[in-house]
T-cell receptor, first 113, second 113 residues
């Protein structure tokens, strides 16, 4: 069975400082991994995805994530936070068969001026 | 622009009433999904459909029903058997293949009167 664990339910940063959102996964197969962002009362928007082509994945809005198989981690980072980054972020794993996604419980990112 | 349209944005249900949430996509995607989102629990899969006239139960299908008569439409009915329907409901779609991301609508918030 596959699962993801988002290690922090809330992360607070100041504008202009780095962002780190942590995610560990468990999968019996070579996984596909995604990060999605959700703004209040909105649907989910894809930030980036890992599909085994490269371990460092660049996404939209300056976010990137690194796949580390030895640590079973897929942490999301951004060098400099912006106020508009305040939202909820979900780490997601997919099996290699039909595209059934397993979602983490989310990390709420708070950005202060 | 291509995308997923969910309606209504807000919906209220009375005791013993069935309500139907609409989901329409113009992305020409074969697969469509319904998720339920509760605070602190991430997203949970209710039903999914890989092709017209076919659908499967997800992890929490009890008290819900769906139909898939057209490729672009995947309505969800919340029946009176669903005793705790208050939640944010998200519809998604994807093209075939395990490596492709799902695209989400902006959701419907269902509340009990």
């Amino acid at each position: 069975a596959q699962s993801v664990t988002q290690l922090d339910s809330h992360v607070s940063v100041s504008e202009g400082t780095p962002v780190l959102l942590r995610c560990n996964y468990s999968s019996s197969y070579s996984p596909s991994l995604f990060w999605y962002v959700q703004h209040p009362n909105k649907g989910l928007q894809l930030l980036l995805k890992y599909t085994s082509a490269a371990t460092l994945v660049k996404g939209i809005n300056g976010f990137e994530a690194e796949f580390k198989k030895s640590e079973t981690s897929f942490h999301l980072t951004k060098p400099s936070a912006h106020m508009s980054d305040a939202a909820e972020y979900f780490c997601v794993v997919s099996n290699t068969g039909f595209q059934k996604l397993v979602f983490g419980t989310g990390t709420r990112l708070l950005v202060s001026p | 622009d291509g995308g997923i349209t969910q309606s209504p944005k807000y919906l209220f249900r009375k005791e013993g009433q069935n309500v139907t949430l609409s989901c329409e996509q113009n992305l020409n995607h074969d697969a469509m999904y319904w998720y339920r989102q509760d605070p602190g629990q991430g997203l949970r899969l209710i039903y999914y459909s890989q092709i017209v006239n076919d659908f499967q139960k997800g992890d929490i299908a009890e008290g819900y029903s769906v139909s898939r008569e057209k490729k672009e439409s995947f309505p969800l009915t919340v029946t009176s058997a669903q005793k705790n329907p208050t939640a944010f409901y998200l519809c998604a779609s994807s093209a075939p293949g395990p490596l492709l991301a799902q695209h989400f609508g902006d959701g419907t918030r269902l509340s009990i009167l």
